[in-house]
């Protein structure tokens, strides 16, 4: 089945430990996006990839990092810099025409102890 | 920038018909899209305009005014499993999105 996925979901990390949240995607998607929300909020975009090998900060890259080697991959890094961590991520992929919807994965509860 | 308002929270009845809006100010967009999230779980896609009008698909239909900064989404004959989040979102030529803040439903009985 043709999908996006994101492990684990749900995360424990102590502070100032980086963790990394891995997400796949076998659609075959050039566009590949990480967003945040917070409880009661809508998303907020942190990176994004239109491209392999390319990536673009979005509204809050601040204390995060990210790579695409791989079409099919786009791992987020949160690192000990970024302030507030305990969130919910969400990673969506879509092709790079800009009338395409995206299309989330299961999203990843990240809570720093 | 774009900023996008929708209200925080709304209710209705089941079986009932409801209005979500969303207005936006912006210097451009491509399309505006809609989406459906329940609590603790992934955004689904549920309808996009790309020109002004209504777009029906099923029990959902959204509409857009470019002139007037302005989408809604119509749900009718509202059911208990559409109480949810509701996020409208802008496309950007760029090929990323921004989210508005969402509309919390409730559907009670």
């Known amino acids: 089945d043709g999908g996006i996925t994101q492990s684990p979901k749900y995360l424990f990390r102590k502070e100032g430990q980086n963790v990394t949240l891995s997400c796949e995607q076998n659609?075959?998607?050039?566009?590949m996006y990480w967003y945040r929300q917070d409880p009661g909020q809508g998303l907020r975009l942190i990176y994004y990839?239109?491209?392999?090998?390319?990536?673009q900060k979005g509204d809050i890259a601040e204390g995060y990092s990210v790579s695409r080697e791989k079409k099919e991959s786009f791992p987020l890094t949160v690192t000990s810099a970024q302030k507030n961590p305990t969130a919910f991520y969400l990673c969506?992929?879509?092709?790079?025409?800009?009338?395409?919807?995206?299309?989330f994965g299961p999203g990843t509860r990240l809570t720093v102890l | 920038g774009q900023n996008i308002d929708q209200p925080t929270e709304m209710t209705a009845t089941e079986g009932a018909i409801v209005q979500i809006n969303c207005t936006y100010q912006t210097s451009g967009f491509n399309g505006l899209f809609w989406y459906q999230q329940h609590a603790g779980e992934a955004p689904t896609f549920l309808s996009y305009n790309v020109l002004d009008g209504l777009e029906e698909k099923g029990r959902f239909s959204s509409f857009l005014s470019r002139s007037k900064g302005y989408s809604y989404l119509l749900l009718k004959e509202l059911q208990m499993k559409d109480s949810a989040s509701y996020l409208c979102?802008?496309?950007?030529?760029?090929?990323?999105?921004?989210f508005g803040p969402g509309t919390r439903l409730s559907v009670l009985p």
């Open positions: 979102a802008l496309s950007n030529y760029g090929q990323n999105f921004v």
């Open positions: 990839s239109q491209i392999v090998n390319d990536f």
């Open positions: 969506a992929s879509s092709r790079r025409e800009s009338t395409d919807t995206q299309y």
């Open positions: 659609l075959n998607h050039d566009a």
